[in-house]
């Protein structure tokens, strides 16, 4: 189904309010100054049948009103909940990369670090900036999910699927570090939607658009390739398979996907294969370890649907809930539906099968940006469940998520210092700002070039005051930015933690005579308290050149 369902000029919600408010019809002209009371509800009536005519379904208008409330609060949630500490070292990294724009970078391909490094030539470099990035990010992936859902069935059930999916956490609370996983919330939905399109349509356009959403799927995460391989099982399932394969759509978008992955193709292997060798590199389980670190990543996923569930099982009783779960089962996997189903559930499985292959550990955030298409399956395979009477309270179940997250925040931001988690109390701005004063005493010169503990070094162009560019001193090939030349040129600040004895042990290693070393002790306060102490080792290669 392609179309959007036809949605009436006013809904039950909007005849409610003109019951109860005589006259509000004929409330015009002049007759406005006579009006007295009644103009605060015809306004809000007039909105409300702008933001959803029916009482439910959203408009454009709607939707652009609840992603921008939905960036709002996130945003503002996201930034006292995490006022107690410094940034999350995923995201620093990517403001550290996205500095240099890259074709690739030692551990992902450049999507996310690109979209950083953009982002902070616009705004300032703040906590509430990152955050802020964050949930626009989300807020445009759920605009995805919208936008799929409008081309697999009528209005007020693409209401409910992006609702649905709005009450987890995926695309909010768990969205908040803006890293490889994160950024795939926005990337995935657009990529199924622009596949969904070229195989409802097989016009060549729609399938150089597939081309394009995928190539930037894989630019943002290798993983991206169990998306496409869903979407290419789901195009076998679909009943118009023959029609499809049979247009120029899907070999447009493979030809259009590989010509913009060749010059990232080519940085990789001029640089020996860099992020394939650290995906390579990671850690491996014994298979029943894996399991039952498995098993209980599924389960924590699991949990994170439980306020939509709870929310249905509000709107309709629990039986019936169950039975609608039950009978959404079955309709995915008739013939005319198993399609949705593959891409729905392919990425998650095929997520599983390799993790469990390869012998890497499978956390929750691999699973972050897998179950997008889960509300849509669901939600396309029981229609009627978009008239039940009261669908509408829906709506205060989100009201309430959000109110939640915002009352949360502050719970959140005091609970983490005291429980001593490490981003809370770890004095990452403090080290930046205090190693940069160190730097300018000794040698009278801005700071460029940082290496040292991952948090901490990662943390020191973010918060320094001085342009400093990161520098991975165990792998100088990994930061090919910055040559030996540059390092001789500007020197070099090493900030190891003193309990980092690879850092120490490395940074004695590059060290010469000239090298400064010093000392640092600090703690981190918060609302009054102030954390465990912190040392530091900071050694300091000075620069060669005058300024």
């Known amino acids: 189904m392609e179309g959007l369902s036809a949605v009436p000029s006013a809904g039950p919600l909007c005849q409610g309010l003109r019951q109860r408010v005589p006259g509000m019809e004929m409330v015009t002209g002049s007759e406005q100054t006579n009006a007295g009371s009644a103009q605060v509800p015809v306004a809000a009536a007039n909105s409300l049948s702008v933001l959803a005519p029916d009482g439910f379904g959203l408009t454009g208008a709607g939707l652009a009103v609840l992603l921008s409330v939905h960036v709002v609060v996130w945003t503002l949630a996201a930034t006292i909940a995490q006022s107690s500490g410094g940034l999350h070292h995923d995201m620093t990294e990517a403001y550290d990369w996205g500095r240099e724009f890259q074709l690739g970078y030692y551990k992902h391909p450049p999507l996310f670090p690109w979209i950083a490094g953009t982002w902070f030539l616009v705004f300032p470099r703040t906590d509430w900036a990152f955050y802020l990035l964050s949930a626009v990010n989300a807020a445009c992936g759920l605009a995805g999910v919208w936008w799929l859902a409008g081309r697999l069935m009528p209005k007020r059930e693409q209401t409910l699927a992006l609702l649905l999916l709005v009450l987890t956490p995926f695309f909010s609370v768990m969205a908040i570090t803006f890293n490889a996983n994160a950024v795939l919330l926005l990337v995935w939905p657009w990529t199924a939607w622009a596949f969904v399109r070229s195989l409802q349509t097989g016009k060549l356009g729609d399938g150089v658009l597939f081309g394009v959403m995928a190539a930037l799927a894989l630019l943002a995460k290798y993983s991206s390739i169990f998306l496409l391989a869903s979407c290419l099982i789901a195009a076998l399932l679909h009943p118009r398979r023959a029609s499809y394969f049979g247009s ?28 394939v060798n650290y995906l390579l590199q990671k850690p491996q389980m014994r ?101 039940h009477a009261r669908l509408g309270l829906l709506w205060r179940f989100v009201a309430g998520w959000l109110i939640f997250g915002l009352l949360a925040a502050p719970l959140v931001a005091v609970t983490t210092f005291v429980l001593h988690v490490n981003q809370a109390v770890e004095p990452r701005r403090e080290i930046a700002q205090e190693a940069t004063r160190l730097w300018h005493e000794a040698f009278g010169r801005p700071l460029r070039f940082v290496a040292g503990t991952e948090a901490f070094g990662l943390g020191v162009p973010f918060y320094s005051a001085d342009p400093a560019s990161l520098y991975i001193l165990a792998a100088p090939d990994a930061s090919p930015w910055i040559t030996a030349s540059d390092i001789a040129r500007d020197g070099l600040l090493i900030v190891c933690d003193r309990a980092d004895v690879d850092c120490i042990a490395e940074a004695t290693r590059t060290s010469s005579p000239v090298t400064r070393r010093q000392s640092v002790r600090l703690a981190h306060g918060f609302l009054g308290w102030v954390s465990r102490d912190f040392n530091f080792e900071l050694f300091m290669v000075p620069p060669t050149t005058r300024q």
Request: aromatic residues 10%.
């Open 248 to 275: 120029r759509a899907p070999y447009a978008a493979l030809l259009a996907c590989s010509m913009l992955c060749l010059p990232h193709a080519i940085w990789v292997f001029q640089h020996q294969l860099t992020p």
């Open 287 to 387: 298979f029943r370890a894996q399991l039952f670190a498995t098993g209980t990543s599924l389960l924590g996923v699991a949990a994170l649907f439980v306020l939509p569930q709870a929310a249905l099982a509000t709107l309709m009783g629990l039986p019936e809930s169950l039975r609608l779960l039950i009978r959404a089962g079955v309709a995915a996997v008739s013939a005319d539906r198993g399609w949705l189903l593959a891409l729905a559930a392919g990425p998650l499985t095929l997520t599983l099968i390799a993790g469990l292959a390869t012998g890497v550990k499978l956390s929750t955030n691999y699973f972050l940006p897998t179950l997008f298409l889960f509300p849509i399956a669901v939600t396309a395979a029981s229609f009627p469940l978009a008239q």
